[in-house]
């Protein structure tokens, strides 16, 4: 496909950023190989959309040296950094169809008109928005405005795709088709993306990988494998997923809901711990258990058999996990 | 396709260009800002200091106002007149709006439609039309006496039912929008469940709506207030001597005993009245409310019961009913007066016929007048919609830590009564000229007419989505590339209705171009002013419909491009 973008690799190093007596970016260094699909994931406040915005060149940085394809773009204007943004709130050009909207870019890098359109079709045909290309974007759904803010970004094949919480606007329903939508076209395209969403399933989902923040650091990046498997501190842990801080012997062990045995299943675990029933409620593809053990809250997500259906609160139960699902976190 | 950086990145800060926000914020500031200091703070302040003696401190002028009792009696006048009116103001308000908020949306045009015309009806043509009206010989006598309800005239005008009449008639729009938006803003359940409780209607206008539209109407009534001590044209055409007010003892001061000095502490103690007021008004509301009229969400609107309207809600009616004649009968009334054939006023006329706009037409002072005003207007409306543009832009780019200063700053010369920028204009360019010139009259027109283009404009880019200038930047557009293609497109309507504002607030004026044109340079409501001053003949009749008929059409293309913008 010959909208590919050639992506470029972005090197975020040692930036700095404050705002009076609060430090927006605290030495965020960040390595994205061309072709990534970069998710910043975060609270609000934590400095993510921060970091995403400095990128695009709309906030300045007080130290620090962002790389673009191995060349510095500190001192390039927004209008000449050659970026793909697609805003929360799309930001379509409201007088403009949703083909001028697509256009402009391209209009702005002088091509030839016959260039332009025949860029702008394939860009409509990857979006599948031919049919409304003479629209205006009050006459579009939420999800059709996305696709176009989608399509005016990867028009112009840019370095990087940048998007902040493109699905932030829309119903859960659409939300994930638009994430399925999202991952087929990172694959066609082969773009640079780097991707802002306190949503950590969607993280999960979409990327390559994913830079945790907080407090203006990043906390961790890694694969989303490795970050649930292998988070580095409790706050990636209890981010990105469940997690359970169970009191044993001498030390505490985090363990994920799913990997919590419950009963019968928990026999023959490495660790087995008797613990009284809080609640029992049925989700659907399971039952969702809230134990507690010591004053401590367990949380179980176990399949749905008769034996757990028969619990009653107050009960007394065993529960249990094996070491290998124990959450290795480093201490700090 | 990336530019390529210059090898030796800076490794320290990175480049603000790179956050091309490309737009100084003190290119928009400095030209109005310019205009104001020299066409208004110049003016004002020299003002002030011959009112505090030219050479050394002295409040000589301020104590002879004190002691001599015609002075001092102007004073009270100024403050009873202005009182009554904010009075009579919201106590016709409340019907109206109330009746405003219930009615259908057709019949809620029509009505907010009689409120905004007297609006935007010149000044002069509205007083003018009053006074046909109310004369000894007007409309109003005749029908009564022909109808046997009195033998001999009743004096309406020259007095002060006069002054009350036309000052109520243009300000009641300063409560009734206010007003409208706090009952649109009632929600119907506070009113129903007060009726629940056991309130009957009186108990429930005093006990529910009246606190809930308080504010409004105290927002309301404070400007009516502030623009009613400032009041000029209404009480000279309209008053007896008995209903003399400041303005006019400021103008007087000057026209007839040249005694500039105590003119001077006269605009003075004006000043201070209006700034206070507006101090105040900041304080308890903020100027926003000024700017946007205290307009706010509608919710789940008020409306009347299922049941229909009560006794109450009748009466209501009826003198909405009243008050909206009121409002309209001025305007209504100089059309067909402007068609008769005799040169003796009456309604209806005799006979019709187009002769008083012939007369108009071929007569050199009007025609000329008439070219010369739309010379000007054109001109201002030009001028402003630059310097407006410039300053909300600048503005909407400010640190919010001086942006509120600086915003009542530029709408400060709509606060500050016209009389006073007329006076200290006159003093500070009578020697350079210019007041024989089309220019004189124009730079003052250009301070009062840009704050409209300002208002309009900021408000337009207040609810311009800043992403869109990002987004625009972000696909290659430079600053002026977004701002032609992107920005421009977005705050069109805004930019258009400030300059109707312009051109309407510099086409109506007759206040700056008392002072500052002659014989030579005069305007058409200038030339008007002198006939009506004298006596008022049909052409005066027919140059009001001119000017009516001129608003109307500016005012309704502004309509018709909003709709279509909308649409």
Known sequence: MSIAALGKAVSIRALHKSYGATLALDDVSLDIPAGCFCTLLGASGSGKTTLLKTIAGFETYDRGRILVGGVDIGPVPVSKRNIGMVFQNYALFPHMSVRRNVAFGLEMRK????????????????????????RLPRQLSGGQQQRV????????????????????????????AIQVELKRLHAAVGATVVYVTHDQEEALFLSDQIAVMDKGRI?????????????????????????????????????????????????????????KVASVDFIGRGFRLLLDRHETEITALVDSTDEIAALQPGAETIFGFRAGDVLTIASH | MTAQAPAAALAGRSNPAGVGRGFPVWLGLAPFGLVLLVLFAVPVLSLLKLAFGESGFSLAQFERMAAVPVYRSVLLTTLGIAGLVTALAVIASYPLAYVMATVGPRARGLLMLLVLLPFWTSALVRTTAWIILLQ????????????????????FVYNLSGVLIGMTHVLMPFVVLPLYAAFRNLELSTVQAAESLGAGPLT?????????????????????????????????????????????????????ELNWPFAAALATVLLVATVTMLVLFQRFFGLERLIDGGGGKVGQPFTVTSRGRSTGG????????????????????????????????AFPPESYSLVWYENFFSTSKWVTALTRSLQIAALVVTISVVLGTLAALGVSRM?????????????????????????????????????GSIWGVTLGHVVLATPYVFITVRAALKSFDDNLELAALGLGASWATMFRRVMLPAIAPGIAAGAIFAFITS?????????????????????????????????IIAASCLIILVTVVVLGANLLVAKRKTS
């Not at chain 2, 206040?511 to 052409?539: C, Q, W």
């Open chain 2, 507 to 539: 086409f109506d004026d007759v206040i700056i171009a008392l002072f500052l044109t002659n014989i030579r340079s005069r305007t058409l409501p200038k030339l008007m002013y002198e006939g009506v001053a004298h006596e008022i003949d049909p052409t």
């Open chain 1, 149 to 176: 803010a989608l399509a005016r970004a990867l028009v112009i094949r840019p370095d990087i795709l940048l998007m902040d919480e493109p699905l932030g606007a829309l119903d859960k329903n659409l939300r994930q």
């Open chain 2, 136 to 155: 000894g010989n007007g409309v109003v006598n005749t029908m009564l006496m022909g109808a046997g309800l009195t033998a001999s005239p009743i004096a």
């Open chain 2, 399 to 435: 640190r919010p830590r001086w942006r509120n200063m600086v915003e009542t700053i530029f709408i400060l010369p709509m606060i500050v009564p016209v009389i006073i920028l007329a006076v200290g204009l006159y003093y500070l360019l009578a020697p350079t000229g210019l007041v």
């Open chain 2, 204 to 256: 429930v206008f005093r006990r529910i709506i009246l606190p809930l539209t308080a504010p409004g109407v105290v927002a309301g009534a404070m400007i009516v207030f502030m623009n009613a001590i400032g009041f000029y044209l209404t009480p000279a055409l309209m008053g007896g001597p008995g209903q003399a007010m400041i303005a006019q003892m400021i103008a007087s001061n000057i026209n007839t």
């Open chain 1, 111 to 134: 091509l030839p008109a016959r260039e332009v359109q025949s860029r702008v079709e394939e860009a409509l045909a990857l979006v599948d928005l031919i049919p409304y290309a003479e």
């Open chain 2, 314 to 345: 009748w009466l209501a009616i009826v003198a909405a009913g009243l008050i909206g004649a009121f409002l309209i009968a001025p305007i209504v009334i100089v059309f067909p007066m402007s068609l008769g054939s005799s040169p003796f006023l």
């Open chain 1, 219 to 275: 906390v961790q990046i890694g694969s989303p494998r490795a970050l649930y498997d292998k988070p580095v501190d409790r706050f990636v842990a209890t981010f990105l997923g469940e997690c359970n801080f169970v009191p044993a012997g001498t030390g505490i062990l985090a363990v994920r809901p799913e990997k919590i045995r419950v009963g019968e299943a928990a026999r023959g675990c490495e660790h087995m711990l008797p613990a």
